[in-house]
């Protein structure tokens, strides 16, 4: 896995946001976040949950949630052990809901801010037919609501290990936008579940240059290294 490219994919996806803000075990999107912050000349907001550094909440999620009810974040980041075609996303269980065969730590606060934040970034660096699946087995967080529910937020794109899904709202499905170098469309679609829109020719995913990495290099050992140094300290790219 590149995640210098990674890094630099969500980078552009969070584009000229105002605020972004992660969660916790996010390092590869807080590194992006971060590159998207120096770009902006520090002008762009970054809440990581976990900071001294970056966070101005004193009391940790129930800040973050307030913050996403009042339209004060523009982009967050959301993973599950599955991913359906729909942007549903399974963080509770694998299996029968009464017998599951595998129970994961649950949803906690992943579906009202998937309702709420204007542009949530699915992240999974594995990209398997396992994960990526035709429907979920459980419906943690909906990727998309009926008209008649209120709901601001929602999926804007799927980053894997592999490629880059654009999520297309009016049809309710994802559309691959990239792949990235080594990987091949064929191989990316028996590696998921779900049907989704293709290109033909599927173009590759940018493969950032030396400068970008140096550039994503620094920024992750003065700005990410406070949050997560162990990550900081394995980053070799």
Not at 51 to 60: A, I, K, M, P, Q
Request: hydrophobic share 40%.
């Amino acid at each position: 896995m590149d995640a210098a490219l990674l890094i630099s994919l969500i980078a552009d996806l969070i584009g000229d946001a105002k605020h972004v803000a992660t969660g916790a075990l996010s390092p590869i999107p807080t590194a992006a976040a971060m590159l998207a912050r120096k770009r902006s000349g520090g002008r762009m907001r970054v809440t990581i949950l976990g900071s001294r550094r970056n966070s101005r909440y004193t009391d940790g999620a129930k800040e973050l949630f307030d913050s996403a009810a009042q339209g004060r974040i523009d982009v967050f980041f959301l993973s599950g052990a599955q991913i359906d075609g729909e942007a549903n996303i399974n963080l509770l269980s694998i299996g029968d809901y009464a017998r599951p065969k595998v129970r994961f730590a649950g949803s906690f606060g992943s579906p009202y801010l998937y309702m709420m934040v204007p542009r949530v970034i699915l992240f999974r660096p594995e990209h398997d037919a396992r994960a990526l699946v035709p429907k979920v087995d459980y419906i943690s967080a909906p990727g998309w609501s009926p008209p008649e529910v209120y709901r601001p937020g929602g999926p804007q794109a799927l980053v894997t290990g592999r490629c880059l899904f654009d999520w297309r709202r009016d049809e309710r499905r994802f559309a691959l936008r990239s792949i990235h170098p080594g990987q091949t469309a064929e191989g990316v679609r028996a590696a998921t579940g779900f049907a989704y829109a293709c290109p033909d020719p599927v173009p590759f995913s940018p493969t950032p240059d030396a400068a970008l990495r140096a550039e994503i290099r620094d920024v992750v050992r003065d700005e990410v290294a406070e949050a997560y140094p162990r990550f900081a300290e394995e980053f070799d790219i």
